[in-house]
């Protein structure tokens, strides 16, 4: 089956360097830095540490959407709508801001002290969506399929289709397919078909990967060309970790001020004039405040989603 395919080559890439962001949050990011600003429909990537009592506070989103994944600890998350719950290792979050949206999302204070690691991208929605109603879209760990092509290798399919397993679909707006891999040994071969039409990029969490004769360390972005209809790879390192994301090229400008995107200027200013005068689908932001936004215990988490009115 490889033989007929086409290999993408790289296009770039870069090792993520740590920086400060929300309220004493650690990220590394890739996608919305001054490496690389945007990969359509990706706005942003970022490895985030967190831990009580630093976080995500309450804050606004316009015309993206966010895909949430928990490495480790706990991160519970709450809107202005009323949705509130917890996500655990293993557990994705795909939410739609569209029109408007006001969230807060805080890791839990764990007995064990354990941070909240994880990843988070933002994705652009396309322009007729930019004003579409906020949903959530829970994928738990449980859920998502896993396979096995071989003994040293292990892919979780969040979402697209991996060596014959496919996962549940229509996670999000903007069509995008997510693998998380594990390779045991160093050398471990990787292939991952994608749409002629996705932007592709790899991100190594663990360990380091090898793509044709270059070996990328860890925390590297690798983004890849749209020459191809696959990625082929293996493991430099033992017990290798890495996400490996496409999504569709939307053909469409990119106006984004800090968590608000839109595709012309005139339609930032008007998400601006809404958020400042809580209009428009912001309406509900007058005087919201999560309750989570002073922290929240291990051993209140229970009650805490029980409470969800959903």
């Known amino acids: 089956m490889t033989k007929s395919m086409q290999f993408r080559s790289v296009l770039k890439s870069f090792v993520a360097i740590e920086q400060e962001e929300g309220v004493g949050a650690h990220v590394r990011r890739s996608i919305g830095s001054m490496k690389q600003r945007n990969f359509s429909p990706f706005l942003l990537m970022d490895n985030f540490t967190v831990s009580h009592p630093a976080g995500f506070p309450d804050h606004p989103h316009h015309g993206q959407e966010t895909i949430t994944y928990v ?120 292939v991952q078909e994608f749409p002629a039409d996705f932007n592709v990029f790899l991100y190594i969490i663990k360990g380091s990967v090898k793509i044709n004769d270059t ?62 005068y809580c209009i428009n689908g912001f309406e509900r932001a007058r005087g919201w405040r999560s309750r989570i936004a002073d922290g929240i215990h291990e051993d209140d988490v229970e009650a805490f989603e029980k409470s969800n009115p959903e």
């Open 71 to 190: 490495l480790k600890g706990m991160i519970a998350h709450e809107d202005f709508t009323g949705s509130r719950g917890v996500l655990r290792p293993g557990d994705l979050q795909f939410m739609t801001a569209g029109k408007a949206i006001m969230h807060s999302e805080i890791p839990v204070q764990m007995n064990n002290g354990d941070a909240g690691i994880g990843i988070q991208l933002w994705v652009d929605l396309p322009k007729k969506l930019k004003n579409c109603e906020p949903r959530y879209r829970n994928l738990r760990a449980t859920e998502i399929p896993i396979v096995k092509p071989n003994d040293d290798l292990t892919v979780r399919v969040v979402s697209g289709k991996s060596y014959g397993v496919e996962s549940v679909k229509d996670l999000a707006y903007t069509p995008i397919d997510y693998y998380f891999m594990n390779t045991k040994k160093t050398g471990t071969e990787f």
């Open 215 to 276: 070996v990328h360390p860890q925390y590297s972005t690798i983004f890849f060309k749209t020459d191809g209809d696959a990625i082929k790879g293996c493991s430099a390192s033992e017990d290798t970790e890495f996400v490996l994301v496409g999504g569709q090229i939307l053909d469409q400008p990119i106006i984004q001020h800090g968590p608000f995107v839109e595709s012309d200027r005139e339609s930032l200013l008007e998400v601006f004039k809404n958020y400042q």
